[in-house]
């Protein structure tokens, strides 16, 4: 990687936000490795080196775009010149000109006057296994008379200050040069599509080729920033990340329309958290029939590698009816629509896929 100038720089969490232009599932992740996202600090050459800097999941600063905390990238002083990047693998082998949404929020509370935090691609020019280019999106080059003419639309950078980046629409510039150098000299990135159809993300040697980065500038430059709310949206498909601090309970709320493979719906409600029995439940179906909880006895959380499943259990009432009741949940990490079933004792079962709405951990 070239070294930047100083300019350069559920439930476990699914939901679904519906939008004017498509739906985005929200997934949080609150330790490295999870949903595909990891750390890597680097000394200048790019090589790993722990000393160089951090990446924490943290609370706040300020208030952050959703939920209450964010992932934090900062160097070490003296080491301005390393770098501290959350990298996902998820998006290996995803064409750029199939990416339909690619925005971020960030914060810096240190830089060297110009440097906030960036995102950067990995890319294979004809979708290969290798890197060829990599191209940078940074925030001071967003703006009219610090950007290209044909991309610089966004506002003016702001220290202390959560700001929402457009980079699919915005200014890049790339290591070899194609697009521009940076400044006044960036492109869109149709641009580098033009020149390349075929150039696509890339994970060289398994490392991630989306990334969330500070650093790589002088040695004696400090950086310190965050990142919230990265979306990534392939063919229509949108994920957004929300990066929060650990937490010792589980909790998941849902608010959503579910189908069946027969076409009936209901619209689910839910609350439930590992750590009290204050939760609940409220189910409509496409009959009439309503269900509401009035107690719940447990709400159990489990994980695998590819899924998170929340089990409550309790009763209420359907119809005005006493009755039992187990909800499970499960959410596939954003590959797949969550799974709602919710079964009562007097009989009444539903499963369906979320189709509309949204289902969340925390």
């Not at 750390?39 to 951090?54: E, F, I, K």
């Not at 430059?221 to 919230?228: E, I, M, Q, T």
């Amino acid at each position: 990687m070239r070294r930047l100038s100083t300019l350069a720089g559920v439930l476990l969490m699914t939901a679904t936000l519906t939008s004017a232009a498509a739906a985005a599932t929200i997934l949080v992740v609150s330790q490295d490795g999870q949903r595909q996202w990891n750390s890597r600090v680097t000394d200048a050459n790019g090589n790993p080196d722990p000393t160089a800097g951090s990446v924490t999941f943290v609370t706040g600063p300020a208030v952050p775009p959703r939920g209450t905390g964010s992932l934090r990238l900062m160097t070490n002083p003296g080491r301005g010149d390393g770098s501290a990047q959350m990298r996902s693998t998820r998006y290996g082998g995803v064409k750029l000109a199939n990416l339909t949404e690619l925005s971020y929020f960030a914060y810096s509370a240190m830089n060297n006057g110009q440097q906030f935090p960036f995102l950067a691609l990995n890319v294979s020019n004809t979708g290969g296994s290798t890197t060829d280019d990599i191209l940078f999106f940074e925030p001071p080059y967003q703006f009219p008379g610090e950007g290209g003419p044909t991309c610089a639309h966004q506002t003016i950078t702001v220290l202390a200050t959560w700001q929402k980046w457009d980079a699919l629409s915005g200014c890049w510039w790339d290591n070899n040069g194609e697009i521009g150098s940076g400044g006044i000299f960036t492109q869109s990135l149709s641009a580098y599509i033009t020149l390349h159809a075929n150039a696509a993300i890339v994970n060289a040697n398994g490392i991630g080729g989306l990334r969330l980065a500070v650093g790589f500038a002088s040695a004696i430059d400090n950086f310190d920033g965050n990142v919230d709310m990265v979306t990534v949206g392939v063919q229509g498909q949108s994920t957004s990340y929300d990066f929060e601090p650990p937490s010792a309970c589980k909790r998941g709320d849902g608010d959503g329309d579910f189908e069946d493979k027969d076409g009936h719906k209901h619209h689910g409600q839910f609350h439930g958290n590992s750590c009290d029995n204050q939760g609940g439940e409220k189910d409509d179906d496409d009959q009439g029939r309503h269900f509401e909880s009035n107690s719940v006895s447990s709400s159990t959380f489990t994980a695998d590698d590819n899924s998170q499943t929340l089990t409550m259990i309790g009763t209420g009432l359907d119809g005005g009816l006493p009755v039992g009741f187990t909800l499970v949940v499960i959410d596939y990490n954003g590959l797949a629509p969550a799974v709602y079933n919710l079964t009562l004792t007097d009989g009444r079962t539903f499963v369906g896929g979320l189709v509309s709405g949204a289902v969340s951990l925390d």
